[in-house]
């Protein structure tokens, strides 16, 4: 883990707990922190030439007749 976002075991145990991952981080500490710490890393953004427009919305018409 790295120094700036070094998480405490005790943090790492608590939510692997909360997850139902004890059995699995008792055979498998490395594995599961690991991926915990590959879950932690933002997702990379969208190249400059990407559109956030990647087909045109649909229309929406809401119903004006409802009872309620």
Not at 49 to 67: H, I, K
């Amino acid at each position: 883990m790295s120094k700036d976002n070094e998480t405490s075991p005790e943090i790492l145990r608590a939510l692997v707990e909360m997850r139902g991952l004890g059995r699995t981080y008792a055979r498998y500490p490395d594995v599961v922190a690991g991926a915990f710490e590959r879950g932690r890393r933002p997702i990379s953004g969208f190249p400059k030439e990407f559109s956030p427009l990647t087909e045109p919305a649909g229309r929406f018409t809401p119903s004006t007749d409802r009872d309620e």
